[in-house]
């Protein structure tokens, strides 16, 4: 379980079909082989790692409903490690389970923020509500409008360049996560 607040973008350094090295230095200080890291907003367990690197599997699962196979080596990765019960919850319940891809419409400066509209696909419309959560690329984010087939979000300066989102650009793809909560209601009421 992780909380969408990112600790550190890291940088691919090796990708092949079923592994993903990531260069880093915070999320590994205190990690072990077999911890999850949320990568891109995916849960990988660490299968390798250094002082200043770790390495990840990619399942079939992984690389055909998430962003990762179009990552190149030097892509930015946003990175959290998994929540701990004696810590603070900054942001929101993310598994790290992505429900789909979406893909960047604009990227919008306002005074000192950023709008970003993000199309996704309609059949997740019924999770996304206006100031509901969504995690895009693993980043807690709140919802400031949304349609069938977008939803924008209003991001500060810190959050943009303390990501990946700085990097991103209008048809870039990223990963998107829905609301647990908003699943679990959905399912409940179709009973």
């Known amino acids: 379980m992780f909380t969408g607040i990112i600790e550190e973008v890291g940088k691919v350094l090796e990708l092949s079909n079923d592994e993903l090295t990531i260069e880093c230095t915070t999320v590994v200080e205190d990690a072990k082989i077999g911890d999850s890291i949320c990568t891109n907003g995916i849960c990988l367990t660490i299968t390798k790692m250094t002082s200043s690197q770790f390495t990840v599997d990619l399942s079939p699962e992984t690389l055909d409903r998430t962003n990762a196979s179009q990552l190149d080596v030097g892509s930015s ?35 000192d923020s950023y709008f970003i509209t993000v199309a996704f696909p ?11 959560y969504v995690a895009i690329n693993g980043i807690s984010l709140t919802v400031t409008d949304c349609t069938e087939s977008r939803l924008t979000i209003c ?9 990946n989102l700085e990097y991103l650009y209008p048809k870039s793809l990223v990963n998107i996560e829905v609301d647990i909560l908003a699943k679990y209601v959905m399912n409940a009421t179709k009973r």
């Open 122 to 132: 309609k059949d997740y419309s019924m999770y996304v509500v206006e100031k509901g």
């Open 155 to 163: 991001v500060i300066p810190y959050t943009f360049t303390h990501t």
């Open 77 to 111: 990765i946003n990175l959290e490690r998994a929540m701990s019960v004696n810590s603070r919850f900054g942001g929101h319940y993310v598994q790290g389970h992505v429900d789909t891809t979406g893909i960047i419409e604009s990227i919008e400066p306002s005074a």
